[in-house]
T-cell receptor, first 112, second 117 residues
Framework: GNSVTQMEGPVTLSEEAFLTINCTYT??????LFWYVQYPGEGLQLLLK?????DKGSNKGFEATYRKETTSFHLEKGSVQVSDSAVYFC???????????FGKGTSLLVTP | EAGVAQSPRYKIIEKRQSVAFWCNPI?????LYWYQQILGQGPKLLIQ????????DSQLPKDRFSAERLKGVDSTLKIQPAKLEDSAVYLC???????????????FGNGTRLTVT
């Protein structure tokens, strides 16, 4: 079946530290991959996406590259801020227009 | 644009009671989703509508859960009777894309937090 596995949290970092949140996927065919973010008290928001192999999604300083050879879509940011504290969800859509399958989420806490 | 609207924001009921949640998607969005998010887990799809038709309800516990989208706009999710394990946040999302069309992002509402005691 189609699924994503992401690293367990919580992740605690100091401001300006480098962030990596690992995500690997299992899918038939060529899924689209997403990162969603949930800030405290808010709904899920799309952070970035990639629709084919070697695509790089980027937004707000975050990046993730769709690696078919390693079935991965790791989220990275070079210098995190306190305002990045949130829960991050990796997700895949097996085909265009189909519902997302989400990972369990990784909680990130950035301290000043 | 106005976002996905959900109500109520919170609901507390006793087990075996019934409850209903309402969702108003973004105007013009053909696809509507209901997800269940249990504390500490990622959202799990319950049902996906394309206009007023069901695309996927394979993970909907049909003995107690039902959902409808009669006019292809608003949707209601009902639980009857509720169990303790139904305590979760129920998220509604909508997107422009139709099944098989170009992928477009999901827009989520803030959810309804259900507590079953």
């Amino acid at each position: 079946g189609n699924s994503v596995t992401q690293m367990e949290g919580p992740v605690t970092l100091s401001e300006e530290a480098f962030l990596t949140i690992n995500c690997t996927y299992t899918a038939t065919g060529y899924p689209s991959l997403f990162w969603y973010v949930q800030y405290p008290g808010e709904g899920l928001q799309l952070l970035l996406k990639a629709t084919k192999a070697d695509d790089k999604g980027s937004n707000k300083g975050f990046e993730a590259t769709y690696r078919k050879e390693t079935t991965s879509f790791h989220l990275e940011k070079g210098s995190v801020q306190v305002s990045d504290s949130a829960v991050y969800f990796c997700a895949l859509s097996p085909d265009a227009g189909y519902a997302l399958n989400f990972g369990k989420g990784t909680s990130l806490l950035v301290t000043p | 644009e106005a976002g996905v609207a959900q109500s109520p924001r919170y609901k507390i009921i006793e087990k075996r009671q019934s409850v209903a949640f309402w969702c108003n998607p973004i105007s013009g969005h053909a696809t509507l989703y209901w997800y269940q998010q249990i504390l500490g887990q990622g959202p799990k799809l319950l049902i996906q509508f394309q206009n007023n038709g069901v695309v996927d309800d394979s993970q909907l516990p049909k003995d107690r859960f039902s959902a409808e989208r009669l006019k292809g706009v608003d949707s209601t999710l009902k639980i009857q009777p509720a169990k303790l394990e139904d305590s979760a946040v129920y998220l509604c999302a909508s997107s422009l894309s139709e099944a098989g069309g170009n992928n477009s992002p999901l827009h989520f509402g803030n959810g309804t937090r259900l507590t079953v005691t």
